[in-house]
């Protein structure tokens, strides 16, 4: 209760317009916390994102209600954060923590995608974070003006120097009953076996349709498709 009066009086007091629900799923009907803060905060404008896999960066400024459970994406809130304050749960459950992020608080990728590519369900790619040692690979998207309704997924493929596969993962993208026109998405996968392979490995990221598979193309300056995936050259060590 603390936690849902601490975000709704910072929306209050700021200018913040919305408070981001970020716990471990982002359907109400199924996640314990969405359904939770979704009721608490019910007369309040919210949205809901699953930490796990993807933090939600909204074009203006915002409050965040955050999970207790560790995530590796929670840094990045923590970063862009102008207040910040940690609410104790009971013995051995750890703590929420409420953040306020200014407007055009995005993070930016280390690898930024010159230009942006495009996709054709109003879908931006910006660029990525390269692999970590531990798989972490990172996607920033920014949401544009969606074309097509209903649930879409990142594939990721992972091929060596001689078009070797050496991983692929696909994975939910934030849903599109989430999404707002000027928003910045951090998602986040894990790829496996990168270690192995003959450098350099690429990384190749598309989006596709549920549930009908029907793959999403990159476009070019004339909005005409003309690839999958956008790729991403690894040469890791």
Sequence with gaps: MYAA???EKWLAETSATEVIIAGTGDDPARDEFAAVFGVLLRDVPHRFVNIQQAALFPEGAAVVLLHPAPAPLMDLYATAATAERTIPLRPGE???MVVTLPAHSAPTPSS???PLRWLSNG???VGVDAPRPNG???LYWEVGEPRVDGRYYFLNHVQDALGNELAQTDVPALAMSQWRPG?????RFVLQDLEKGVRPLTIRTGMYHFPSLEQIYLL???AA???DAAETIVPLD
């Design 5 to 7: 009066e601490t975000a």
């Design 94 to 96: 750890g703590f929420l």
């Design 112 to 114: 930024p995608f010159v």
């Design 123 to 125: 879908v931006n790619f």
């Design 136 to 138: 972490d690979f990172r």
């Design 183 to 187: 928003d910045v998405v951090v998602s």
């Design 220 to 222: 070019d300056e004339n």
């Design 225 to 227: 498709p003309y690839e």
